[in-house]
C-alpha cells in the first residue's frame, strides 16, 4: 500500500519529475534509476555501511542519493545538470547529512570537495554514470591524491569485462592495468535494460573495484608508471621499445637496455606484459632519470 504520508524515495522523484516537467537529456546520459528495491539491492552489494562517507556521481532524480544518507554517514552527491536542483531539493527533503554540489565531475577539485565534506576521512564512491565517461572518471578517482576506498559503478557489460581482463588477453588494455593497480576488481549484478527509465541500448554491470591494502605492484615513480602503462597500450601491433622510443623519446639502444635491465623480451609488446612486469620496465626508465 502506497503511504502518501512518508511517501518512498521512488514515488517522491516521480512526482517532482512530473511536477518539474523534467525532460531526461540524452547527451548527459539521464537513464535513471528509480526502482528502490533494485537500488537497495546494489547497496548491499556494494556493502554501505553507516560509518562509511560516500561521493555519489551524477545523483540524476536522486533515488540512490536518498537511499544512501538512509544507510551512510554523510553523502557528497555530484550533478552536472542544473536543471535537476529543483527535483533533488524535493527528493532529498530531510536528507541533512546529504549535500549536492552542482559541478562537472570531471572537472571539480574532488580533492577539496571529499577533504571539506568528509573532514578528511575515509570515503568510497557510488555511481551510475553516463558509460562515455565511465572510463575517464575511473581514472580520475583512483588516481587522485587521496583516492577512495571503493567504487562501486555502473558499467556496460563488455566494459566491465574489459576491467576484469587478465593479461596476454584480447581485452588486457591500460584501463585494466591501471584499475588492477588500484585495486581488487569484482563483478556485482548484472542490471537490463528495463531497469532503467529510459532502458539504455546495452546490458549493465555494477562493478566494485576495492583499493589494495597492500598494492601488488609499488613503483618508483607512480606518474611514470601511468605514462608507460599508456605507452605500453598506445600502438598495439608496435613492439614494447618502439612504443618506448615514441612515448619517452628513448633511442632504439636505450629502449633495448630497458627491457633487457627489467627482464623482458626486447621483442615483446607491451600488451603481453603482467603488471609486474609493466612496473619493472617503468622503474628501468625512472632509473635513468
Ligand atoms: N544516478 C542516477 C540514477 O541512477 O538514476 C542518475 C544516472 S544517469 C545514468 C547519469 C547522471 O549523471 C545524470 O543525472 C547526468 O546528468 C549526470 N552527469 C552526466 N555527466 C556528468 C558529469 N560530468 N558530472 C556529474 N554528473 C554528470
Redesign the pocket.
Known amino acids: 500500500m502506497t503511504d502518501y504520508a512518508n511517501p518512498s524515495a521512488e514515488l517522491r522523484a516521480r512526482v517532482a519529475l512530473e511536477k518539474y516537467r523534467f525532460k531526461n ?1 540524452h547527451s ?7 526502482s528502490e528495491s533494485l ?1 537497495g539491492l546494489l547497496l548491499d552489494d556494494a556493502n554501505i555501511l553507516p560509518g562509511d562517507n560516500v561521493l ?10 536518498r537511499l544512501l544518507s538512509r544507510r551512510a554517514k554523510r553523502v557528497l552527491a ?4 542544473r536543471g ?1 536542483e529543483p527535483v533533488l531539493t524535493d527528493v532529498l527533503e530531510g536528507c541533512d547529512n546529504a549535500r549536492v554540489v552542482f ?6 577539485d574532488l580533492n577539496a570537495l571529499t577533504r571539506e565534506t568528509f573532514g578528511g576521512e575515509p570515503w568510497r564512491v557510488v ?4 558509460y562515455y ?1 565511465t572510463a575517464d ?1 575511473l581514472l580520475r578517482l583512483t588516481s587522485l591524491e587521496c583516492p577512495p576506498e571503493s567504487v562501486c559503478i ?1 558499467v556496460q557489460r563488455e566494459a566491465a569485462e574489459r576491467v576484469m581482463s587478465r593479461p596476454g588477453t584480447k581485452q588486457w588494455c591500460a584501463l585494466a592495468a591501471e584499475l588492477q593497480y588500484y585495486g581488487e576488481a569484482r563483478a556485482l549484478t548484472d542490471v537490463p535494460p528495463e531497469a ?1 527509465d529510459p532502458p539504455p541500448h546495452v546490458t549493465s554491470r555494477f562493478i566494485r573495484i576495492d583499493c589494495w591494502a597492500d598494492p601488488p605492484v609499488k613503483p618508483r615513480d607512480d606518474k611514470l608508471f601511468r605514462r608507460l602503462i599508456h605507452a605500453a597500450f598506445a600502438m598495439r601491433r608496435k613492439t614494447l621499445a618502439n612504443n618506448l622510443k615514441a612515448s619517452f623519446g628513448l633511442s632504439q639502444d636505450e629502449a633495448r637496455a630497458v627491457l633487457i635491465a627489467a627482464g623482458v623480451d626486447e621483442r615483446v609488446r607491451g600488451e603481453a606484459l603482467t603488471l609486474e612486469e609493466l612496473c619493472g620496465v617503468a622503474d628501468e626508465i625512472s632509473k635513468r632519470g
Open positions: 537529456t548527459l546520459g539521464q537513464n535513471f534509476l528509480l537500488i555519489e556521481i551524477g545523483p540524476g532524480a536522486g533515488v540512490m542519493t555530484v550533478e552536472l545538470d535537476l559541478e562537472d565531475a570531471m572537472k571539480a555511481a551510475n554514470l553516463p565517461i572518471m555502473m532503467f
